[in-house]
């Protein structure tokens, strides 16, 4: 099916364990984004990228690493995870018109 | 500071009424604005996206505006329907980063 998809939709983890994120878009858009969505803030920027092998830091970054080999997929990992990055994760493609971004469906992460 | 507020925090409705959302915002110098609908448990969905030089611009019942110089837009919903409930968030386009600010959302309930 075209379009983004996230896995997994949720997850549950304890403190200090590493936890990935997967992000996969089928438009071949260049332009990928990871975002985390807590109660009080808006949908805030954890990193991006430009294309396969470019990325960079968002406004916060700290705890999460990126990478992106191939266009269609860029995960996000949590090398260590903390209580505070418990929330809800949002993928993004940026599409040529408007540079309109489309969002995967989220991934819920409880850490205990 | 790039900033974008949204008003009413929540607000409830009868289905069938209409609504007005609020989006106040200081980002400068301002790109574009977008709305975009989220489903609980969903990721964001554009609803329009407006640059400067548009007032108005409608996507079947929802309606939005843009004053630029007073840098306030609204989304009105016509004839509300139970499947309008829903956040609805604001987002900014800052013309210099070109990164988009976002609100924290307005949570629209329509009751039957």
């Known amino acids: 099916d075209a379009g983004i998809t996230q896995s997994p939709r949720y997850k549950i983890t304890e403190t200090g364990r590493q936890v990935t994120l997967m992000c996969h878009q089928t438009?071949?858009?260049?332009?990928m984004f990871w975002y985390r969505q807590d109660l009080g803030h808006g949908l805030r920027l954890i990193y991006y990228?430009?294309?396969?092998?470019?990325?960079d830091k968002g406004e916060v970054p700290d705890g999460y690493v990126v990478s992106r080999s191939k266009t269609e997929n860029f995960p996000l990992t949590l090398e260590s995870a903390t209580r505070s990055q418990t929330s809800v994760y949002f993928c993004?493609?940026?599409?040529?018109?408007?540079?309109?971004?489309?969002f995967g469906p989220g991934t819920r992460l409880t850490v205990l | 500071k790039n900033q974008v507020e949204q008003s009413p925090q929540s607000l409830i409705i009868l289905e069938g009424k209409n609504c007005t959302l609020q989006?106040?915002?200081?980002?400068?110098?301002?790109?574009?604005l977008r709305w975009y609908k989220q489903d609980t448990g969903r990721g964001p969905v554009s609803l329009t996206i407006?640059?400067?030089?548009?007032n108005t611009k409608s996507n079947g019942r929802y309606t939005a505006t843009l004053d630029a110089d007073t840098k306030q837009s609204s989304l009105h919903i016509t004839a509300s329907q139970l499947s309008d409930s829903a956040s609805y968030i604001c987002?900014?386009?800052?013309?210099?980063?070109?990164?988009?600010?976002f609100g924290t959302g307005t949570l629209l309930a329509v009751q039957p």
């Open positions: 989006c106040n915002y200081t980002v400068s110098p301002f790109s574009n």
């Open positions: 987002v900014v386009r800052d013309g210099a980063t070109n990164k988009l600010i």
């Open positions: 407006m640059t400067f030089s548009e």
């Open positions: 438009w071949s858009h260049s332009y």
């Open positions: 990228s430009a294309a396969a092998d470019i990325t």
């Open positions: 993004a493609s940026r599409g040529p018109t408007y540079n309109e971004q489309f």
